[in-house]
């Protein structure tokens, strides 16, 4: 491998730390009456500290942050809230791995209406 090859591969682990960061779930319609809840699964063996806000289109906080305890195995709605309606709103997930993974889901009363998971 070339001196640049192994400067690049060096600079991308550094890149790629086990924590994620700060991840953003896409936008999501929450119409009237719906449910949104900001869920997170934690595949790995360890237990892992989790916080979501609940955010408008234009960031603004609308529910949190709040912080959980996620449960090696576990899956938690961490916020769930009745929300605003008749807006797009998105989950920020900080906290999250390779092993920990976060959605938004939006429910009305037909049931699950969309779950999108966050990422870059």
Sequence with gaps: MS????????????????????LDS???YAGAGANVQCLVRNFDSQIRSVTVTLLDTVGAVIDGPL?????????????????????????RFEGLTRKVKGWITVIDGAGTRVMLPAGK
């Design 67 to 91: 912080t959980q305890q996620v449960g090696a195995g576990s899956t938690i709605d961490i916020l769930n809230t009745g929300g605003p309606s008749g807006i797009y709103v998105t989950c």
């Design 3 to 22: 001196r640049p090859a192994h400067a690049l591969a060096a600079l991308l682990l550094l890149a790629s730390p086990a924590e994620a960061g700060v």
């Design 26 to 28: 896409p936008p999501a």
